[in-house]
């Protein structure tokens, strides 16, 4: 093969590291379509590659001959003629012997390995020091010191001891810390809950430090994490308040209050998480007026002096707890759209006190941020699903109150993501003209309409479905291909049917020569209109 230009060099090598990034050697079936790749290119099965249009173009045989083209612009927009979803061998087969012309396809196997030989190692090491710990120390004397010592020596000795851990590792460092830190569990069942609980609470900020002393932005190694330390903090306080706490514990839960701040204070990928531990403390554990009035006016002033998001969604959660709706509101209105997920929990907490009355301005506040928050979520998907839990926690509300009017108003917020939820209740309100324009505004195709849903609408207000035939006609005759033109056809002759059936046959007898003059070009569309009698041969 000629030598590789420059450009597609740099191209080939972005890849190689996307790749690096996307395929995980610890998943059975990453490793599964690296290896059969791997032996595919080995054994020379990948022909006719070329580097073309910023994609590499191969064919590879493998029991039955496939096309590859991998996209070096974003790889996930590639594809290959088997049928398997998502990334497979072939396309790792070409991938190899496109990478092989600029660098070594062995040295990117080894590093691509590596994470599953350090976690190897890591787990190792740290099961030799908790060990080594166990045996220094015995069981640990009730105090919050005591304690949180105790987790910050197991803390920094698993996790640090090594120097820095790399991010695919840190689960399997954390596990093990947090099997040296349940071996030293009080026995007694109060003073374990409690134990589970400060654990909890400290282990998730000590993560959160490792996460921004290196730099470990990317969540997708142990996000998760945070979310089981979140869940046994919550499980731990249900716990707890099934029966009074003692007197004993007093000096424990208050100096567990004066460290939540630092949750306001994590790395902003785990901002939400930081947050919402706080709101779950609050929420269910410190409880005391004084303590809850003396953290609003701590609040209140730093929101002051930091403008950042967290202390300032932390004020209007306190807020809430007191019942100070107003000051709540206000808060959020100069929060603005960044408010939006975090509506879902109080708007959940207002639901589970059945406090209708109290929701409706956060309810109202919540709808108008839905357009614009929803905006900016990255894909697809991951709008569809904000939506869903959107329309989810606002149901129950809507439904109490009888204001249906806020349940359509969130549905015209969150479209076209809230299409379906809208098309059913249109529907089944009788709503047959607004259904219409919905339908027009979404830009479906009629003929990706339920048929059940066509021959009602043609039954009952068949007016309604011009538009949509009309917008049909049109697209498929752009699109200029003989069976693109029949569908159009098809279509005018649903058209004629319906100006018909209003006593209207002269306006598609207009419509219809306007159209033809448009088309007179198109010889193959107005064939198919001769073919279909919709002109006179």
């Known amino acids: 093969m000629a030598p590789i ?73 590639s594809g290959c003629s088997c049928p398997a979803a998502g990334f497979c061998r072939h396309q790792l087969a070409a991938f190899f012997q496109a990478y092989s012309n600029i660098g070594s396809v062995a040295d990117w196997i080894e590093e691509w390995r590596r994470p599953i030989k350090e976690k190897s190692f890591a787990s190792t090491w740290g099961l030799e020091r908790a060990k080594d710990l166990l045996k220094r120390n015995t069981k640990l004397e009730a105090s919050y010191e005591n304690w949180i010592r105790a987790f910050e020596e197991s803390f920094d000795s698993i996790m640090n001891g090594k120097g820095e851990p790399r991010p695919y590792v840190v689960l399997e460092l954390f596990q093990i810390y947090m099997k040296r830190v349940k071996a030293s569990t009080p026995v007694e069942q109060e003073w374990k809950t409690l134990y589970e609980l400060i654990s909890s609470v400290f282990s998730f900020l000590k993560l959160t430090e490792v996460s921004e002393k290196y730099g470990h932005t990317d969540d997708r190694y142990y996000r998760h994490v945070f979310h089981s330390l979140i869940e046994g903090a919550e499980a731990a306080i249900y716990r707890l308040s ?11 839960i208050e100096n567990l209050k004066d460290i939540t701040e630092d949750l306001l204070f994590v790395p902003e990928f ?16 410190f409880k005391q007026s004084k303590w809850r009035e003396d953290e609003r006016s701590s609040l209140t002033e730093l929101v002051k002096r930091n403008g950042s998001l967290p202390p300032a969604i932390a004020l209007a959660h306190l807020n809430i707890l007191s019942r100070k709706d107003e000051e709540a509101i206000f808060e959020l209105q100069r929060i603005g759209k960044d408010a939006a997920p975090y509506m879902i929990y109080w708007l959940e907490l207002l639901t589970e006190q059945k406090a209708w009355t109290r929701m409706t301005p956060y309810v109202e506040f919540f709808i108008l941020q839905l357009n614009r928050y929803t905006k900016t979520l990255i894909g697809y998907h991951k709008r569809r699903d904000f939506t869903n839990l959107a329309l989810a926690v606002l149901t129950p509300f809507c439904v109490e109150s009888g204001r249906y009017d806020l349940y359509e108003r969130a ?7 809230s299409y379906g939820e809208y098309e059913e209740l249109l529907f089944r309100q009788g709503r047959l003209e607004k259904w219409g324009e919905l339908q027009s505004y979404i830009g479906f195709d009629v003929s990706d309409l339920p048929a059940d849903r066509i021959k009602t609408v043609q039954k009952e207000k068949p007016e309604i479905l011009l538009p949509l035939y009309h917008q049909s006609v049109v697209r498929n005759i752009e699109l200029k291909n003989r069976a693109n033109y029949r569908e159009a056809v098809r279509h005018l002759k649903k058209l004629r049917t319906i100006y018909k059936k209003m006593k209207r046959p002269e306006d598609f007898e207009t419509f219809m020569a306007e159209l033809m003059k448009k088309t007179k070009r198109l010889r193959a569309f107005q064939e198919e209109c001769k073919r279909g009698k919709l002109i006179d041969v």
Do not use: C
């Open 270 to 285: 785990i901002e939400y998480e930081g947050v919402q531990l706080y709101r779950v403390l609050w929420t269910n554990l």
């Open 5 to 77: 230009p420059d450009h597609y060099r740099e191209m080939l090598e972005f890849a190689a590291r996307d790749f690096q990034k996307m395929l995980r050697a610890e998943a059975a079936e990453d490793a599964n379509i690296v290896q059969k790749g791997m032996i595919l290119y080995r054994q020379g099965m990948v022909y006719k590659m070329k580097l073309e249009d910023e994609a590499v173009f191969a064919s590879v045989q493998d029991a039955a001959p496939v096309d590859v083209r991998l996209d070096l612009n974003f790889l996930e927009a």
């Open 411 to 417: 549905l015209l917020q969150t479209l076209p993501y």
């Open 242 to 252: 099934v029966h009074s706490m003692p007197f004993a514990f007093d000096e424990f």
